[in-house]
Structure formats: C-alpha cells, structure tokens
C-alpha cells in the first residue's frame, strides 16, 4: 500500500468551477476572438480541461457527457464549441474522451496568463471521503489495467455518470460526477493493485453518503473483470487538505468486503 504516499485529495476531486463568461467584458471577448481565434465558450472548454490537466498531472481524457455536466454547456452549444477546437487542432477526441492537443495546452496557458480568473479554481469548503485498499491476488498486469478501463469507462452507477479519465505513468483514474453536479468520484487503480476510491462534495454529508454504494458497485464490477476481490484497508475523510477527526464507521471497510 502507498505507505509513503502523502494523499492530496483535492488532486482527486472534479468539482472544478468552470469560467463564469459574465466576469468577460464585450471587450474581453473580442480581444480573445482577435488575439486566439476563440469564442467565449470554446474558452471556457479550454479553460476547464486545462486546468484539470494541471490540477491531475496527468493526461486527461473527459467525456462529451462529462463536459456538458461539469461545464453546465447547453448541449447544441457544446458540440459546436468543441467541433471548432477539434478543428483548430486545440481538442482531439481519445478512446474515452476529449482531451488537449499541444497547440490545446499552449493555448490555455497563454489564456491563462492573459485572461487570469478572479475566483479560486475549487469551491472554497471540499470535503473528500477517501478509502483505500488492494487488489487481492497476484500483481496486476498491463492486459488488467486495460480491461478495467474498457469495462468501466462510460459506466454509470447508481446516480454517478462517467466524465473522465487520466492516464498517468504507472496507474490511470476514472472520474463520475453525480446527476446534479453536487458529488465527483474518482477512482485510482495503480501502481501494481492498490487503489484510491475518492467521492468530493463541498457539503460533508454529501461526500460521505453515497460512499458504500459505489463501492460496491465498483467491487462488483472489477470482480466480475479479474475475478480477484477488492480489499478496502482505509477509511478517512478530509476537509480540503486537512485530515478531520471522526469516529470511523467500520461498516464501511467492511461493506464490501
């Protein structure tokens, strides 16, 4: 298990706050049209996957669904935004999503620098219930990765709809966000057969209430792929950074055992 790892569970939430185009003056948006070649909204697409790169520090694929939830986007409107980025070459589509191309990155950042947010990236309060565990049996190959991502991206659960995945160097993580915004759920799988399951909300009864449902429903679903059980081995709950103090409700670990 991550014995060494220092858990930044704002890294695992998805409750970006995207763009408010409002805080753009008339002149703004023509200075972005003049200077990028962008609209307003295709500014807002470029803003929040960016900043989900650099939040993840990975290399970030997020759905057309997950767009038009975590963006609040009317859908006609989304799809012309990102067909335009796609043929900038600023967005291209991935096996599970939309992520930024080089010229995509480059872009943001010069956006970011020039049309800098007034706002925090994160709502202000993010409570994460974090639990942690192992893959039981014998260490995970390239092929098990493979078929847990294909099996389980686009997947929904119960109220969690499929947004995203990032791939990193030696484990990648699935993201769900729930049906009115207000909860995001992450899962890590890697390095070898730990895992890091993660839901985030900023009210703390949120984050924790759909915990063991997902739970089990990613148990079961893994299960099912490898035929090896999930062991959950940890149970914490964080209020941005900070680690709370609670009595832990053993049933958790327990539940899906």
């Given at each position: 298990?991550?014995?060494?790892?220092?858990?930044?569970?704002?890294?695992y939430?998805q409750?970006?706050?995207?763009?408010?185009?409002?805080n753009l003056?008339?002149?703004d948006?023509?200075?972005l049209y003049?200077d990028?070649?962008?609209?307003?909204?295709?500014?807002?697409?470029?803003?929040?996957?960016?900043n989900?790169?650099?939040?993840?520090l990975?290399?970030?694929?997020?759905?057309?669904?997950?767009?038009?939830?975590?963006?609040n986007?009317?859908q006609?409107?989304?799809?012309?935004?990102?067909?335009?980025l796609?043929?900038?070459?600023?967005?291209?589509?991935g096996?599970?999503?939309?992520k930024?191309t080089d010229?995509g990155?480059v872009?943001?950042q010069?956006?970011?620098?020039n049309?800098?947010?007034?706002?925090?990236i994160?709502?202000?309060?993010?409570y994460?219930s974090?639990?942690?565990?192992?893959?039981q049996?014998p260490?995970?190959?390239?092929?098990?990765?493979?078929?847990?991502a294909?099996?389980?991206?686009g997947?929904w659960?119960?109220?969690?709809?499929?947004?995203?995945?990032?791939?990193y160097?030696?484990?990648?993580e699935?993201g769900?966000?729930?049906v009115n915004g207000?909860?995001?759920?992450?899962?890590?799988?890697g390095?070898?057969n730990?895992?890091?399951l993660?839901?985030?909300?900023?009210?703390?009864?949120?984050?924790?209430?759909?915990?063991q449902?997902?739970m089990?429903?990613?148990?079961?679903?893994i299960?099912?792929i490898?035929d090896?059980?999930l062991?959950?081995?940890?149970y914490?709950v964080?209020?941005n950074?900070?680690?709370?103090?609670?009595?832990?409700?053993?049933?958790?670990?327990a539940?899906a055992?």
């Amino acid at each position: 298990m991550k014995d060494n790892l220092v858990i930044d569970p704002l890294k695992y939430s998805q409750l970006i706050k995207p763009l408010d185009t409002r805080n753009l003056s008339s002149q703004d948006i023509q200075k972005l049209y003049i200077d990028e070649s962008l609209t307003d909204l295709e500014y807002v697409i470029l803003d929040y996957i960016g900043n989900t790169v650099d939040l993840k520090l990975g290399e970030v694929e997020i759905s057309f669904q997950g767009l038009k939830r975590l963006t609040n986007i009317h859908q006609a409107k989304l799809t012309k935004a990102i067909n335009r980025l796609v043929e900038k070459d600023m967005l291209k589509k991935g096996d599970a999503g939309y992520k930024l191309t080089d010229i995509g990155y480059v872009v943001f950042q010069r956006l970011l620098r020039n049309y800098n947010r007034q706002e925090s990236i994160l709502p202000k309060n993010v409570y994460s219930s974090v639990v942690e565990g192992e893959v039981q049996g014998p260490p995970l190959s390239e092929n098990d990765y493979q078929l847990i991502a294909k099996k389980l991206v686009g997947k929904w659960f119960g109220q969690f709809r499929f947004t995203s995945k990032t791939q990193y160097e030696n484990s990648f993580e699935l993201g769900w966000v729930s049906v009115n915004g207000g909860i995001s759920a992450t899962l890590i799988i890697g390095p070898e057969n730990d895992f890091t399951l993660t839901t985030s909300a900023s009210i703390y009864d949120e984050a924790t209430s759909e915990l063991q449902l997902l739970m089990n429903h990613l148990s079961n679903s893994i299960e099912e792929i490898i035929d090896a059980p999930l062991i959950y081995e940890s149970y914490n709950v964080y209020e941005n950074r900070k680690e709370l103090k609670i009595e832990l409700d053993n049933a958790i670990l327990a539940y899906a055992r």
